[in-house]
């Protein structure tokens, strides 16, 4: 999954859960509930986690605001993309 500067920021330097908003993009295929690599905006691996939405699904909810997932898909496994409990800062 490769976020944008700010959520790079918010997931190193707060400890932050991913949100939808920072999302830039989901590369490759993978389900809700695989193991997928967080890449900063130059292409770093900064995180690892457990990815609540799929990369279809991620997608589509790329760059949106939590409370819009619902709406855009359908369904809502949760706010965050990936939660900051289920992820290791590499």
């Known amino acids: 999954i490769a ?9 190193i330097g707060d400890n932050r859960s991913l949100l939808p908003a920072g999302v830039k993009e989901a590369l490759g295929s993978f389900d ?6 967080i890449l900063d905006a130059q292409g770093g691996q900064i995180a690892a986690g457990i990815a609540n939405y799929g990369s279809d699904e991620l ?4 760059g949106s605001h939590s ?3 619902e709406e855009l898909l ?11 409990n289920n992820m290791v800062f590499l």
Do not use: M, P, S
């Open 74 to 84: 359908g369904h809502n496994y949760g706010a965050e993309v990936v939660h900051r």
């Open 3 to 11: 976020v944008d500067d700010g959520a790079a920021r918010a997931l």
């Open 67 to 69: 409370n819009q997932i």
């Open 32 to 37: 809700r509930g695989d193991i997928v690599a």
């Open 59 to 62: 997608n589509v909810v790329k």
